[in-house]
């Protein structure tokens, strides 16, 4: 126990660190105060609570009329607002027909008398409007509930014909049976919107991944860097004892922090909105209709915080294995990110209902999503047996944890071999330079195995020292051996340039839906500038499609002058309609773009027809971008905080500081190496990317107005998609430098390169990867710079400036601490 | 040339007063700087090497402030720090290159400046191999080869000899007087053998202040009259090793032979006095807790002189 309030101490005691956790619950807190701020706010918690009270005091039925005429009521004040005294006659008249037993004039009379404030009126309004919504779906849930069971019934009698033992047919009994046990469950209204704003926690599931590898570091890496490992492993208590005082240590750490981070949110949103009735059923709230538990909100609130601990734990366990486990952070990292990142994709991509939804839902995403334990029912498909699924997730998390801190105490305690294993990395790297390794050689000798071979290193060792990176007085080239060398970014980038090939796929073909095919094949034909006969192309199109066109025009004249028999006429208009439904879809796409490159055209001449599919690919699949995004961070902040920070860890600073060179000149060189390590891997991870796009664009005339393309008529800038294509690469680039000197200075600020790495994941990768999970934070952290397409759609110019600026100051900022420092 | 220290006080951030009004003059010459450990020794060497900053006072390199000019002082600097680390992932050939591409070498000389240091320091067989493979004596050589490889005119060697066996810390020590000519040696240990014959002046620092500087002869000289040699028997001997500062015990035929720093008063028993060595002087300097204080000490050597 002792050794466990050792290990709190240090924590407290590392600014770096408690500052980190507290920054995270603020940033979070923050976050999500602005964002249900946007969402409700409308909310005038004290009234809604009032019309609750009143609805609670009337029975069902009552609600529902009165929550009816309310909002019929807020209706007709809302067109008034709008449209003024016209609304009096159509939409009043209408009130009072259908709710003949209330006064009308005397209660608009009293409404204007207190003065007629639109959007209080607004306001108000959107209460009851909430208010029958969750009326509505109240009364809807029983239904809901009947239907399953319907559903059940008929699905049995259909596949009475098929496979009986299918799983299909098993998990649609299993869903009845469990389904049928909430029958009877009441939906209340009276729940406080809390409830989502604790639910929603993605931002503070991005952080948390992060606070725990930040844990795990300071329990069980920063001791391992200093290399005080060999000092503690002999004490009396070093081996087990501490191991498990530390696991036990981080736990306990782990869940305070949870406990803090997703606490404070909770506390948050029953600030804001009050705790409500914390005894109404969950399924009262209509997110969680599909939950097939018998809890109140009360005990969700507490499972919820009970399964992200949980979570939590999962992933804890995890990175003590890899701190202990790995030698190098650079592994802890670079694994646990393609981990989560995997384990992610599975989570999002499976469906379901597919055969391999086992890894959708068996997933450690899936433990952590603490929501959807809630929120659905599902069966996993093993080997055509239904296994429900939260059941298997506890299990599952259960089994993790126990293995991986199992195996972090054996790592622990028996080091030496198991180092041996984990150097994977390491030998790989120098064994693909050298061929042979060092150490092997050594062995070699001594099993006497081959003078030959040990001659033809020592001349390979000679060759390689005459080398000029590795002999020569050039300091830049000396830091560029740090870095890819030393530090094994060749391998780095070797590796993504393997992930980078494989991910550049070009454009899908999509020319499989007919509409597409038709607007392709317009496109096709009126490609290119915008002209005269582009525009009577389109009118004579039109004409066909309203069957006005000469030919048509003549048939009918044919009919009614009984040249053309009547039969011949339907044969030639049913030919025509199955035309007209074939075309009709792809024909109005095109149409509307015509309108937007009508309105282009005030821009500048450029604007014409482009197939905007395919020019989303270029500036819409936020999503492959983000991945790059993702790869490149990942890939540069253990490069740069390395180069930054290797003089640290080794404490050798003193004296590289003391040497002619070593302060502007060396940190200029290191800066140069940086640059070009950023620019390499951008080079690497987006020009195979664009490359492929650029192949595939067909129907993409790429000197036209962008502005005149779907997607992005808000643009305001007169630039074709070619130029736009080149200030989006631009801006890219140019955020991916300045994020590198960014992640510089935060490095030189901190310390060691561990310290560094986590410090930027947190600043940098985080965001990236919640902004691929579907949170938008684009406005205030790096994403936005890196997605320069998302301005394309929204047409805020401004945020460039906004961008440029603190782009600007940060950079300034960043050389000036590396430059700057202590001279 | 001359490197003078005017009034250096240094405080570190938590309140650590670790130099308190420092004030010293170098010529050319070996310094041995002596002191226990927290004497700030390694504090005073990151002040001259730049790597610090006084909190009061001025270093002067040739009348100049030695942060004014910085680069052209630290072109003429040779630093090897208290060991910490090094780069392990090195091969020691490649940390002399990298450190030669640090201090503006030029390729030519480098080439040859570095074969000669590791010829120098017995590296040129495992110049090729990691650092991280290195033992403890090694890589001391290796620091040093890399503080002398430009050729400073300023050496300043923060305990050199830590954790290295006699044979290398006799290598060391002959290295260290072979290169003193033409620069001023700044050597940092709590080990006096390594400075007692090669130094010019040795400079006895304690809690922050500089006790003594002088010649070595100087200071055993002043010891005169103060070291004592007395026989005890087994038994006695932890009650005499509490009572009094002993510098050395050997066996003789009656029992134990100590060897003992003390005022002749404070000595109650038969004995001889006998020649100190410098081993005596810094035992007496530094283990004030025991009798009269520092200031009475010193005191009394004035007296001695008088
Ligand atoms: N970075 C630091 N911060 C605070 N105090 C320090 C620091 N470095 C050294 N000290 C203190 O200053 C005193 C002198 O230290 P140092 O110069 O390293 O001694 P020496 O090298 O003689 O052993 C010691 O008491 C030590 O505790
Ligand atoms: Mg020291």
């Known amino acids: 126990m002792k050794h466990v309030y050792y290990e709190w101490m240090k924590f407290i005691h590392n600014r770096l660190a408690v500052a980190l956790v507290l920054g995270c619950i603020c940033v979070n807190l923050f976050y999500q105060w602005n964002a249900a701020q946007k969402s409700n706010a409308w909310l005038d918690q004290a009234f809604f609570d009032a019309q609750v009270d009143q609805i609670l005091e009337m029975s069902q039925e009552d609600a529902g009329i009165w929550l009816d005429r309310e909002c019929a009521w807020y209706r007709f004040l809302s067109q008034l607002g709008t449209f003024g005294e016209a609304a009096l006659e159509g939409s009043f008249m209408q009130l009072k027909m259908e709710y003949p037993e209330v006064d009308w004039n005397l209660r608009l009379q009293e409404r204007m008398e207190d003065g007629f404030d639109f959007s209080v009126l607004m306001r108000e309004a959107s209460h009851f409007y909430e208010l029958q919504k969750r009326q509505a779906y109240a009364l809807s849930y029983p239904v809901f509930l009947q239907t399953i069971q319907k559903q059940a019934d008929s699905m049995l009698g259909i596949s009475l014909f098929s496979d009986n033992e299918g799983f299909s047919q098993k998990n649609i009994l299993r869903t009845a049976a469990v389904y049928e046990t909430l029958e009877g469950q009441e939906c209340r209204i009276d729940y406080s919107m809390a409830v989502s704003v604790w639910s929603d926690s993605q931002l503070a599931d991005g952080l948390v991944l992060i606070l725990i590898l930040i844990i795990g570091w300071q329990i069980f890496w920063q001791e391992k860097e200093n290399g005080l490992y060999p000092l503690l492993r002999c004490t009396e208590n070093g081996k087990l004892p501490l191991a498990v005082s530390k696991v036990i240590a981080a736990m306990i750490l782990l869940t305070v922090t949870t406990l803090l981070l997703y606490g404070s949110q909770i506390l948050l949103g029953i600030g804001m909105y009050g705790t409500g009735n914390l005894e109404a059923p969950l399924v009262s709230v209509s997110e969680f209709r599909n939950c097939p538990y018998r809890i109140c909100i009360g005990t969700y609130l507490l499972l919820f915080l009970l399964v992200k601990v949980t979570g939590v734990f999962v992933f804890g366990s995890l990175v003590m294995l890899l701190y202990t486990g790995c030698r190098r952070f650079g592994t802890v990292i670079a694994v646990y990110f393609v981990m989560i990142g995997l384990e992610f994709m599975a989570y999002r991509q499976i469906d379901s209902l597919s055969s391999i939804n086992g890894l959708k839902f068996i997933n450690l995403i899936a433990v952590l999503d603490a929501k959807s334990w809630f929120t659905a029912y599902r069966n996993i498909n093993i080997f055509s047996e239904p296994l429900t699924v939260v059941p298997a997730k506890l299990v599952f998390s259960v089994c993790v944890w126990i293995v991986c801190t199992g195996l972090t105490l054996w790592c622990f305690c028996v080091p030496e071999r198991k180092q041996e294993k984990l150097r994977l990395f390491k030998t790989l790297s120098s064994s693909v330079e050298s061929g042979i390794d060092e150490a092997e050689i050594h062995s070699w000798n001594s099993h006497r195995k081959s003078e030959w071979i040990r001659r033809r290193w020592n001349n390979f060792g000679e060759i390689r020292y005459k080398l000029p990176w590795a002999n020569g007085t050039s300091l830049i080239c000396h830091e560029g051996y740090n870095l890819y060398r030393l530090g094994g970014m060749w391998l780095m980038l070797l590796l993504v340039l393997g992930v980078s090939m494989t991910m550049a796929e070009g454009i899908p073909d999509y020319s499989g839906s007919r509409d597409v095919q038709v607007y392709q094949k317009y496109i096709l034909q009126i490609q290119g500038i915008y002209t005269e006969e582009t525009e009577q192309f389109l009118r004579s199109e039109e004409l066909v499609m309203r069957l006005e066109d000469p030919e048509a025009v003549q048939m009918k004249q044919e009919l009614a002058a009984g040249s053309v028999t009547q039969d011949d006429y339907d044969q030639w208009m049913e030919k025509r309609e199955v035309q007209i439904r074939l075309r009709e879809v792809g024909f109005q796409r095109v149409l509307e773009q015509e309108r937007l490159v009508q309105a282009a055209r005030l821009l500048g001449s450029d604007a014409g027809f482009a197939d905007a599919d395919q020019v989303s690919c270029l500036f819409q699949n936020d999503n492959e971008q983000i991945q790059h995004v993702l790869l490149f961070l990942i890939a540069v902040i253990p490069g740069i905080t390395w180069l930054f920070g290797m003089e640290q860890t080794c404490g050798m600073k003193p004296l590289i500081v003391s040497t002619v060179s070593g302060r502007i000149p060396l940190r200029l060189r290191k800066l140069i190496q940086v640059i070009g390590y950023a620019t390499l891997l951008y080079l690497i991870l987006f020009v195979p990317y664009y490359w492929e796009i650029w192949n595939d664009l067909e129907r993409v005339p790429a000197d036209l107005l962008l502005a005149g393309v779907k997607g992005y008529e808000n643009f305001p800038l007169p630039i074709s998609i070619c130029q736009a294509f080149w200030i989006m690469a631009a801006i890219q680039y140019l955020t991916g430098v300045s994020c590198s000197l960014y992640i510089a200075a935060v490095t030189g600020k901190v310390g060691t390169p561990a310290q560094g790495c986590l410090v930027n994941f947190l600043l940098l990768v985080v965001p990236c990867f919640l902004f691929w999970t579907g949170l938008n934070l684009s406005e205030w952290t790096c994403v936005g710079g890196f997605l320069p397409s998302l301005v394309y759609r929204s047409g805020e110019v401004l945020y460039y400036w906004k961008y440029l600026c603190i782009g600007i100051l940060l950079d300034a900022w960043a050389v000036y601490r590396i430059l700057g420092q202590d001279d | 040339m001359e490197l003078e220290l005017e009034h250096i006080t240094h405080i570190y951030k938590k309140g650590k007063k670790a130099l308190d009004d420092v004030s010293l003059r170098l010529t050319p010459g070996v310094y041995g700087l002596l002191g226990p450990n927290g004497a700030g020794k390694s504090t005073l060497m990151n002040i001259i090497t730049t790597n610090l900053i006084p909190t009061s006072g001025e270093a002067l390199f040739q009348g100049r402030s030695i942060l004014a000019d910085n680069r052209a002082y630290r072109s003429r600097l040779g630093y090897m720090p208290q060991q910490q680390g090094m780069y392990n992932q090195m091969t020691g050939r490649h940390f002399l290159w990298y450190m030669a591409a640090l201090k503006k070498i030029p390729r030519q000389e480098a080439k040859k400046r570095i074969e000669y240091m590791l010829e120098l320091v017995s590296l040129k067989e495992t110049a090729n191999q990691r650092i991280g493979s290195y033992s403890g004596g090694?890589?001391?050589?290796?620091?040093?080869?890399?503080?002398?490889?430009?050729?400073?005119?300023?050496?300043?060697?923060?305990?050199?000899?830590?954790?290295?066996?006699?044979?290398?810390?006799?290598?060391?020590?002959?290295?260290?007087?072979?290169?003193?000519?033409?620069?001023?040696?700044?050597?940092?240990?709590?080990?006096?053998?390594?400075?007692?014959?090669?130094?010019?002046e040795i400079i006895l620092l304690k809690q922050g202040t500089v006790i003594r500087q002088k010649t070595p002869a100087e200071l055993i000289c002043e010891m005169d009259g103060l070291v004592w040699e007395f026989c005890v028997s087994a038994e006695e001997l932890a009650d005499v090793q509490k009572q009094y500062r002993v510098s050395n015990l050997s066996i003789c035929p009656e029992g134990i032979l100590v060897r003992a720093v003390g005022k002749r008063e404070e000595i109650r028993r038969r004995k001889r006095p006998v020649r100190a060595g410098l081993e005596d002087v810094y035992l007496y300097y530094m283990e004030a807790d025991l009798g009269d204080s520092l200031e009475n000490r010193i005191q009394s050597i004035s007296d001695a002189e008088v």
């Open chain 2, 138 to 200: 090694m890589k001391q050589r290796l620091l040093i080869a890399q503080a002398v490889l430009n050729d400073p005119e300023i050496l300043i060697l923060d305990e050199p000899t830590a954790g290295l066996d006699p044979k290398e810390r006799i290598r060391i020590r002959n290295f260290v007087s072979e290169i003193s000519q033409n620069r001023i040696v700044l050597l940092a240990t709590h080990v006096v053998s390594d400075v007692e014959c090669i130094a010019k």
